[in-house]
């Protein structure tokens, strides 16, 4: 008896030590995976504007028209990034369309974020953000990207100067999609999502060249 005790108390403390190890693991294939598939985003971008003379898509008609509308809520963020108008968009250029579901956002409390899951119909949705095609303002504005080439999106984001973007020497300084985030250091931010990100500590992002990777925040915690 006081053998069998020994080896499940054994049991029990390796699996104290294990268990935060295996779910650090997990949580690090999901961050994988929501990269590639970012990475995938941007190269449905790429594939686009080489059909299209160079110009990134323009369809503020469909930012308007896809369930829900225009950001059907009050509170951060001030514009609606969700990318559920991509989803159509780009279908021919993508053979898997679970690629704009980050796993780590599925399931979680994000997925029940109204600002973050936009419905594109026939079972498929997004949980990225596009914040370069958040308003479907006319004229486009600056820091927005309907129908503009890349060299014209840069230039535009440079003549914007905005603190939170800065002023990108070209493409691979621009961020295209992005994991949603919702940082604590926002008073506008919804408290029940405050703090909530797809990744601990920071998010995945795919930049207008197409190129991806990790940026770590600090105001970012699940």
């Known amino acids: 008896m ?3 005790l020994v080896v499940i108390a054994i049991v029990a403390i390796l699996a104290a030590i294990l268990f935060p190890v295996f779910a650090q693991a997990k949580a690090a294939a999901k961050q994988t995976t929501c990269l590639s598939g970012l990475r995938q985003i941007g190269l449905s971008f790429a594939m686009y504007e080489s059909d299209a003379d160079e110009r990134l898509p323009d369809r503020r008609d469909l930012k308007l028209s896809l369930p829900g509308g225009f950001k059907p809520w009050t509170s951060w963020p001030p514009s609606d990034p969700r990318a559920g108008w991509a989803v159509l968009v780009m279908d021919p250029y993508v053979k898997n369309s679970a690629i704009w579901s980050c796993p780590s956002t599925s399931g979680s409390s994000l997925s029940r974020a109204i600002q973050v899951v936009q419905s594109a119909g026939d079972g498929k949705a997004s949980n990225y953000w596009l914040w370069r095609f958040d308003r479907p303002d006319s004229p486009v504005p600056l820091d927005d990207f309907w129908g503009k080439t890349q060299e014209q999106a840069v230039s535009d984001l440079q003549q914007a100067d905005d603190p939170t973007v800065g002023i990108p020497d070209g493409p691979a ?6 994991d949603p985030y919702f940082p604590r250091t926002i008073p506008s931010v919804d408290p029940v999502v405050k703090g909530l990100t797809a990744h601990f500590g920071g998010r995945n992002r795919v930049f207008l060249d197409g190129h991806g990777k ?4 600090i105001r970012e915690n699940p």
């Not at 300084?173 to 992005?178: C, Q, S």
């Not at 990790?214 to 925040?217: C, E, N, S």
């Open 214 to 217: 990790w940026l770590r925040d």
């Open 173 to 178: 300084e621009v961020e295209l999609a992005v």
């Open 2 to 4: 006081i053998e069998l």
